[in-house]
């Protein structure tokens, strides 16, 4: 899903609002981050994915996360989600992913887990919670499974981004921790955007 020239990075939005889409679109556009996970636990999650998708005028890739079962994969595809992501391994999920040729990211913890996922065609494995674990986790596991593909979630900021991505992430996965509701409430966008930037900075020193 990673174009050559992208950042392996990905934004995840949880319980923003409607008001938040048009400024976190241009923080993103400015910061070089394209790729925009909208959580479907999220109060109205299909109508934000479509809002995002238009609003970004084609400069961001927009897809759902928390995808738990079919019934909300077909509502964010319907919304026009261009990628799914899910905390865990779901196989109907994964194959229908794979056989419709939409870039699906299963969550996935232990070596087990890992394995079956990448087996069952995901396009990257959602090491999920990575921050709990830590990037020799991550060293660790592409020792045997060394044609994996990793993007690191969970605990990701712009002080272990770099060790993340020198361990083997092949991507990672910022959310609350660098976009904090307190900030979208109160508007701090330029906060935001400060951090955004130390993270893809230090991102792209480790690549």
């Not at 981050?33 to 479509?50: D, F, S, V």
């Not at 998708?53 to 079919?70: M, P, Q, R």
């Amino acid at each position: 899903m990673f174009a050559a020239n992208d950042l392996p990075i990905l934004g995840i939005l949880r319980n923003i609002e409607e008001k938040d889409i048009a400024p976190l679109v241009e923080v993103f556009i400015k910061t070089g981050i394209r790729h925009i996970e909208i959580t479907m636990n999220t109060p109205g999650a299909e109508l934000l994915i479509r809002k995002m998708a238009d609003e970004a005028k084609g400069n961001l890739v927009v897809g759902a996360g928390t995808v738990l079962d079919s019934k909300m994969l077909f509502s964010a595809l319907e919304s026009g989600a261009s990628f799914i992501v899910s905390p865990s391994t779901k196989k109907e999920i994964v194959e229908y992913c794979v056989n419709n040729s939409v870039p699906v990211f299963p969550g996935a913890l232990t070596p087990t887990e890992v394995h079956m996922a990448w087996d069952y065609g995901a396009t990257m494995v959602k090491l999920f919670p990575s921050g709990m674990y830590g990037p020799g986790y991550i060293k660790a596991l592409k020792g045997p499974f060394d044609s994996l593909k990793i993007i690191a979630v969970g605990g990701i900021n712009e002080g272990n981004v770099a060790k993340f991505i020198a361990h083997g992430a092949d991507a990672v996965a910022f959310g609350a921790g660098i976009i904090r509701p307190v900030w979208l409430e109160e508007g701090k966008f330029d906060i935001i955007t400060d951090k955004i930037r130390q993270l893809t900075t230090n991102c792209r020193e480790a690549l």
